[in-house]
Structure formats: structure tokens, C-alpha cells
């Protein structure tokens, strides 16, 4: 059984590009959720996204970012127009449908770095 | 608001120690606490998951406590070995928030010398 897979592991981006980070949860898992880790400080909850809904993104910032978790497909976390303070590690992680206790299981991490 | 402090912020141990680390939050309506371990350049590994109800969970040399009325969670860590180096997280549900909503540590970076 695959854990959370993200990719790509690292992305260099220019300022002003966009960047799309994806995320495949893992079998049997339809709940998703993105975490910021910004150098030297803690993970920032994001999103949280069910198939085709956006469920609590309180998190997210107002502009720039975007996420979605379509019928087919990973989840996608874009940033648009990337700014040097979007440097991170991006972390994905999912739980499962049935019998959920509430544990998340995380991905190894997208690591943005914006010139 | 909910906030998660990890004592202490880095820790040296030769091997074979046993230790503590200590996390402590401010709002005691939490429904579980989980303790992750951070590898560097790495994902989140879950450890251990301590539902509310319980007082503690227990994994090989990994024994995790929870005392909610006080705020408090330890990990404790049995006969530490060079491989347990790595930053150790512990996290809550964020109060009012949704599923998933963590609140996270600043983490203990533990480092065990052989």
C-alpha cells in the first residue's frame, strides 16, 4: 500500500511563475490536506479538501492560492505569480474514509525554492 | 487559541539513554494528540496517537502519555539509538477547526550520539 505521494520533491520556481504541486492520498483515503513549512518554523495548516470540495481553508492564503482535489486525479496545490516568501516545504497528508481516528498520514514533501 | 509548545527545542543524549520530551497546549478540548517524527529533507512519520479518552499509547520503545486537564503530552523514548535522531513533532486539532486542522510544535530536534 503506497503512502502519500507528492510531487515533484523539489521545484524551483522565478518570481512571478506559477507553481503547481501535486498529491496522490493513499488507497482507500478521500480526505486531503495541505501543511506549510516555512524555514525555521512550524507546520501551518492549509486546506482541507474531500473530492470535488473545498471543506475548510482557513488557511490558505487570500490571493495567490488555489487548491483542488477533482473526481480523477491527485489533488493540486497552485500558486500563482510565486513570491520569494512562497519558499517552503509543501506537505500533503490524508485519512482515511472509514473508521477515521483522526491520525493523518503525510507525504514526503514538495520543497518550492523561488529566485 | 489553541498553541502547542515542545520542551525542550534540541537535546543531545548519549546512546542508550532513556528521555523525555514534553509538549504542552493551552486548550484542553482536544479529542487526540499525535506524535510525529521529521527526518531532514523528509515527510512526517506518525508515531503514536493518544485519543482523549486514553492516558497513553505504547509503541516498541515509544511510550506516549497524555494528561489533558494539565495540558501535557511526553514521548518517552527507551534506550535511544543513533538511528532515533530526527526533530519530533507533536500536534492537536486546532479548537473549532475541521478535521485534519492541525496544530503543530516548533518539535524537540533530538540527537543521539553513538
Known amino acids: 500500500n503506497a503512502g502519500v505521494m507528492q510531487n515533484p520533491r523539489h521545484l524551483v520556481r522565478r518570481r512571478g511563475q506559477e507553481a503547481r504541486l501535486r498529491c496522490s492520498p493513499m488507497k482507500g483515503h478521500s480526505h486531503v490536506y495541505w501543511y506549510r513549512q516555512l524555514p525555521e518554523e512550524g507546520l501551518k495548516f492549509m486546506v482541507y479538501?474531500?473530492?470535488?470540495?473545498?471543506?475548510?481553508e482557513s488557511g490558505m492564503p487570500k490571493e495567490r492560492f488555489s487548491a483542488e482535489f477533482p473526481k480523477e486525479g491527485p489533488s493540486i496545490l497552485r500558486i500563482q505569480q510565486v513570491v520569494r516568501g512562497d519558499s517552503a516545504a509543501y506537505f500533503c497528508?490524508?485519512?482515511?474514509?472509514?473508521?477515521?481516528?483522526?491520525?493523518?498520514?503525510f507525504g514526503e514533501g514538495s520543497r518550492l525554492t523561488v529566485l | 487559541k489553541q498553541e502547542v509548545t515542545q520542551i525542550p527545542a534540541a537535546l543531545s543524549v548519549p546512546e542508550g539513554e532513556n528521555l523525555v520530551l514534553n509538549c504542552s497546549f493551552t486548550d484542553s478540548a482536544i479529542y487526540n494528540l499525535q506524535w510525529f517524527r521529521q527526518d531532514p529533507g523528509k515527510g512526517l512519520t506518525s508515531l503514536l496517537l493518544?485519543?482523549?479518552?486514553?492516558r497513553e499509547q505504547t509503541s516498541g520503545r515509544l511510550n506516549a502519555s497524555l494528561d489533558k486537564s494539565s495540558g501535557r503530552s511526553t514521548l518517552y523514548i527507551a534506550a535511544s539509538q543513533p538511528g532515533d535522531s530526527a526533530t519530533y513533532l507533536c500536534?492537536?486539532?486546532?479548537?473549532?477547526?475541521?478535521?485534519?486542522?492541525?496544530?503543530f510544535g516548533k518539535g524537540t530536534k533530538l540527537s543521539v550520539k553513538p
Open positions: 500536534a492537536v486539532p486546532a479548537h473549532g477547526g475541521s478535521q485534519g486542522n492541525l496544530i
Open positions: 497528508a490524508s485519512s482515511p474514509n472509514i473508521g477515521d481516528t483522526g491520525e493523518l498520514f
Open positions: 493518544i485519543q482523549s479518552s486514553q
Open positions: 479538501l474531500q473530492k470535488e470540495n473545498i471543506i475548510d
